[in-house]
């Protein structure tokens, strides 16, 4: 009868509700898509709303460390630079204290050889060779097209990229990059920089009081 202009068939009918069902989940799927995409964009707009991976590979979020001044740095465990800059970040590290300063590490293998191993091999070498007892993340890649959303936004910060290993951001409580030392630069610029932000994150502190 359908066919001839009489009434649909139940076949029919239920094919149209399927549809209907279809196309409203897809659309309900795609509004859901731009909300997460939207709230994405909405929810990092500084470091400390990132998630990244710890050395063993799982998820962390940096909004432990806000509030805090963040010195963070792409590290690699076989440069010529290793053993002076792994020494100072920790000494800096124990001088300012966990209270309010922290060294952030996230090893990447983007320069040459000096850093293959594994994340967790990486984070095991660095700890038992130079004591170090600031955090250690996954490897990453600090530019590129899979570069590390949460380092790619201190890079796009400063208009950018590293060159080599043991670049340092210097982040603020609220999650903005106040300046970035390239690997040569003094480490006695950097240790009085981050110093001077301990002493206005303590001060405001105080003054909260």
């Known amino acids: 009868m359908e066919e001839l202009g009489g009434y649909p068939t139940k076949s029919s009918l239920r094919k149209a509700k399927m549809l209907r069902v279809l196309l409203s989940m897809t659309v309900g799927v795609g509004c859901l898509f731009l909300l997460q995409i939207r709230l994405r964009i909405k929810n990092s707009s500084d470091f400390y709303s990132f998630e990244v991976k710890d050395a063993k590979g799982r998820t962390v979020s940096l909004e432990k460390y806000r ?3 963040s010195l963070v740095v792409n590290v690699a465990s076989h440069c010529e630079h290793t053993e002076a800059n792994f020494r100072f970040l920790q000494d800096l590290h124990r001088e300012l204290g966990t209270a309010h300063f922290n060294v952030l590490a996230f090893p990447c293998g983007q320069f040459g050889t000096t850093e293959l191993g594994l994340s967790r091999d990486i984070e095991a070498f660095a700890k038992n060779t130079y ?3 600031f955090p250690f993340f996954g490897k990453i ?3 590129g097209s899979k570069a590390e959303p949460a380092f790619k936004f201190l890079t796009d910060s400063v208009q950018k990229v590293p060159k080599w290993n043991f670049w340092k951001f210097l982040v603020d409580p609220e999650g903005k990059v106040v300046r970035f030392w390239k690997t040569e630069e003094p480490m006695e610029s ?6 001077s932000l301990v002493r206005q994150i303590i ?4 003054a909260e009081l």
């Open 131 to 133: 004591g170090l007892t």
């Open 67 to 69: 509030g805090k001044a």
């Open 203 to 206: 001060l405001k502190k105080r």
């Open 190 to 195: 950097i240790r009085q920089e981050a110093i």
């Open 141 to 143: 890649r600090t530019f």
